[in-house]
């Protein structure tokens, strides 16, 4: 089980609400990648702050997945802080939330310092704070410090599909961490998300893999399956590296 705060999940997947065609094919994705934990953006969907119009929570009704409001579009401490309060006020004093500061629009780097001022805000005020940050162990481990539920440092750029671009420092974040770790953003495909469970994350959170592949269900079934395969190779242990062949059948007693 994965457990977030007080929180306990079956699915490792987490996954967001945009760049699909239709609400169906939101909800259809989402349903067939096996999620419980399903991200949206407060100021660019509705959630029932605008009435008449087409209600995200008709396709992920909130008796059956766990919602989590995040902070995207905000630049700076003061946005994000006022998005999760207004986030709390929609979902009857909902206080998980995703926390994204960035810092600059093509890049969607998150901006360091005011993740932190507002990360400090938010946990002050009672807030289960979901924090996306660069892949650097130190910040990850500031943010941990502060009280941050979980840790979710990026693998590339937002919305880039290029996988894990730092290894290492995902390996090191891990190994540091006592809460979980989940890789956010850049992943583009199944094997993307294995490379990151077989690192010891503790799970992924993905949009636009699903919602712009060619067939998103198929792909959120694919990602489904990916994050199963690469928490199961993690708990199994890899087989060590060689630099040369090694016989995969034993080579004593063998027949003259």
């Not at 840790?151 to 979980?180: F, H």
Request: charged share 20%.
């Amino acid at each position: 089980m994965l457990t977030i705060a007080s929180r306990s999940f079956r699915s490792r997947l987490l996954v967001g609400t945009g760049k699909y065609a239709s609400l169906q094919q939101t909800g259809r994705a989402i349903a067939a990648s096996g999620a419980e934990i399903v991200t949206v953006a407060i100021r660019r969907s509705n959630i029932g702050q605008n009435p008449g119009e087409p209600n995200l929570l008709d396709v992920i009704p909130p008796d059956r997945y766990t919602l989590l409001p995040n902070t995207a579009g905000c630049y700076t401490a003061e946005e994000a802080v006022r998005t999760c309060r207004l986030a709390r006020e929609l979902l009857d004093d909902h206080r998980l939330v995703k926390l994204e500061v960035l810092g600059d629009p093509k890049t969607l780097y998150p901006d360091v310092t005011a993740t932190l001022d507002a990360a400090r805000t938010l946990v002050a005020e009672g807030f289960e704070v979901m924090v996306y940050c660069t892949d650097d162990p130190i910040l990850c481990k500031r943010l941990e410090e502060i009280g941050c539920v979980a840790v979710m440092p990026l693998a590339a750029p937002i919305g880039s599909g290029l996988g894990i671009q730092n290894r290492y420092n995902i390996l090191t974040i891990v190994e540091n961490a006592r809460v979980p770790i989940i890789v956010d953003a850049g992943v583009g495909t199944a094997s993307d998300a294995a490379i990151a469970m077989e690192l010891g994350c503790d799970g992924v959170l993905m949009n636009t893999a699903i919602a712009e592949a060619q067939r998103p269900e198929l792909m959120a079934s694919a990602m489904r399956h990916a994050i199963v395969a690469g928490r199961e190779a993690f708990r199994a242990g890899r087989m060590s590296r060689r630099r040369y062949a090694s016989a995969s059948s034993p080579v004593d007693g063998l027949v003259g």
